[in-house]
């Protein structure tokens, strides 16, 4: 029987096997490697990293643990990464058992799209373990574009203004990695300002220290690119790519607003599309999610409306899934949570002054 080691620290010729593992298999994650936890390790109290037998081979994955004066919980994050679907059950019986003994409840979201396997795990989640799941912005769905296609046949596909507007950036705009990090910090102002036209909070060290994280690892270990889009010699946007498993995400992008009337995005994306359609293993370009939810009150449907530009095949994955092991204290959290985002929600819609028209 299969058996789950767990460890809050991965080192030396485990940690190349861990990643190799949750980073190659067909449904890889990323957000699993401890490459990205490393860029993200202030933003949870402790991590705990688990696989079976002495090399990874069936399943791997990682908790993050959150600690506040409410409760002690986790979630992995477009994870576990399992091989073979069909095991998916074995492991989440081990995954349930320890995070009853250690959290107040734990949050899971798959790095897989909706199959016969993930229905078959949430109907016995449910009914064994009480699994809870809401009908909000934490389920996940994404837009997709198919890499077996030609570019061509891609780039026909485009919606008439963002071809026309692909064919302008082209003209005006050049498109580069960085050099160094006064460039990556060059892409960190754009982001910025684009935070704040949009009434979004902005924290200019951390956003530094991000991104900075970020640019390395990307090249250090070639898991994606950064872009930065040049306008007469100045720094007016940028996107960043992730290879995740068999995707290439699309996974932030910023645009100066001083230069809106500028196609700054579309050419990016179209680059990034042109990237991981020659990439070994790489079938999907993940347009890096589409909300559902979103209505014209929200800036993300505008977000979503410029993506459609792209590709209109939405890919939905399992519904978020909620381990409750002390139903006081989540309730709580809950609604604490709740009363913020409804504050942080229309602060942002009162402070936005800007959206880019989508073409």
């Known amino acids: 029987m299969m058996k789950l080691v767990f460890r809050e620290q991965v080192n030396g010729s485990e940690q190349l096997e861990y990643n190799n593992f949750v980073l190659s298999s067909p449904y890889g994650s990323i957000y699993q490697s401890t490459h990205w936890i490393n860029i993200h390790n202030d933003s949870f109290s402790k991590k ?52 009853a003994k250690h959290f107040q409840w734990l949050r899971i979201a798959l790095p897989c799209p909706i199959s016969n396997e993930t229905e078959r795990l949430e109907r016995i989640a449910i009914k064994k373990w009480g699994m809870k799941f809401d009908f909000d912005r934490s389920n996940w769905a994404t837009l997709i574009i198919d890499l077996n296609e030609t570019k061509e046949n891609i780039f026909k596909s485009f919606r008439k203004g963002h071809k026309a507007a692909i064919r302008k950036a082209q003209r005006l705009l050049v498109l580069k990695e960085p050099d160094n990090m006064a460039e990556v910090e060059g892409f960190v102002t754009v982001f910025l300002r684009m935070r704040r036209r949009r009434g979004l909070p902005v924290n200019e060290k951390r956003g530094k220290e991000y991104f900075s994280r970020l640019w390395t690892v990307l090249s250090e270990y070639d898991l994606g690119r950064f ?126 002054r800007d959206r880019e028209p989508v073409k």
């Open 48 to 99: 705990v990293f688990f696989w079976d037998g002495e090399v990874p081979d069936i399943a791997a994955g990682v908790f993050l643990v959150h600690q506040n004066p409410l409760a002690t919980f986790a979630e992995i994050q477009f994870g576990p990464v399992v091989k073979d679907p069909n095991r998916l059950i074995e492991v989440f019986e081990q995954l349930i058992s320890y995070g």
């Open 227 to 352: 872009y930065l889009v040049h306008y007469e010699n100045n720094i007016i946007g940028g996107e960043i790519f992730l290879c995740s498993g068999n995707r290439y995400i699309y996974y932030k992008g910023a645009a100066d607003p001083e230069y809106r009337k500028l196609p700054i995005t579309h050419m990016a994306i179209w680059q990034g599309v042109k990237d991981a359609h020659e990439l070994d293993g790489v079938s999907i370009f993940d347009l890096g999610g589409y909300n559902i939810f979103a209505d014209e009150t929200d800036q993300i449907y505008f977000i979503n409306r410029f993506k459609e530009g792209f590709t209109k095949e939405i890919e939905f994955f399992p519904k978020t899934q909620y381990y409750i092991f002390n139903p006081l204290r989540y309730q709580l959290y809950k609604k604490s949570r709740a009363a913020r985002d409804r504050v942080m929600h229309l602060y942002r819609n009162f402070r936005v």
